[in-house]
């Protein structure tokens, strides 16, 4: 039987509980878990502004979480690199999750691949809360 692929995108910065949450609940409904890191530019179009914490390192804090299999840089989530290349047969958006991918972000990823997981734990400090704030009030300004 081959193994059942699944795939979360993010940013992943200041990586806090709400992350490992949305990773681990991911991980359970497929057999291996790839994560694909979004990149500086990529946050840079979307946030109008670059993540406080550099790709090479929000790629090193995910890869050393158990349930993550394997972790990929990448500048866009497109649909036909995901299947194509990667072979990932569903992909995971995230409900009320800071720097996870949700539905709307992932529009070019045809309806029926995508798998939608509710809005879990998020981060409780206030630091941490006000800059996620801060960055998201700013990303809807940029449009």
Same mark, same amino acid.
Not at 137 to 143: G, I, L, Y
């Given at each position: 039987? &081959? !193994?059942? @692929?699944?795939?979360?995108?993010? +940013?992943?910065? %200041?990586?806090? /509980?709400?992350? *490992? ?31 406080? &914490? !550099?790709? @090479?390192?929000?790629?090193?804090? +995910?890869?050393? %979480?158990?349930? /993550?299999?394997? *972790? ?10 995901l299947t194509g290349v990667l ?41 941490l809360r006000a800059a996620i704030d801060q960055r998201q ?7």
């Open positions: 039987m &081959v !193994p059942r @692929l699944g795939c979360v995108a993010g +940013v992943f910065d %200041l990586f806090h /509980v709400g992350h *490992v949450d949305v990773l681990e609940r991911a991980r359970r409904h497929c057999d291996r878990l790839v994560v694909a890191v979004l990149s500086d530019d990529w946050a840079l179009d979307a946030w109008g502004g670059r993540p406080f &914490v !550099p790709l @090479l390192e929000r790629a090193q804090i +995910v890869e050393h %979480l158990r349930c /993550v299999d394997e *972790v990929v840089a990448v500048d866009d989530v497109r649909s036909d690199w072979g990932v047969q569903t992909v995971f958006a995230a409900g009320g999750t800071d720097g996870v991918l949700g539905v709307d972000e992932l529009a070019g990823i045809p309806a029926g691949l995508i798998t939608v997981l509710p809005a879990g734990r998020g981060s409780r400090s206030p630091i009030s700013r990303s809807s300004n940029v449009a």
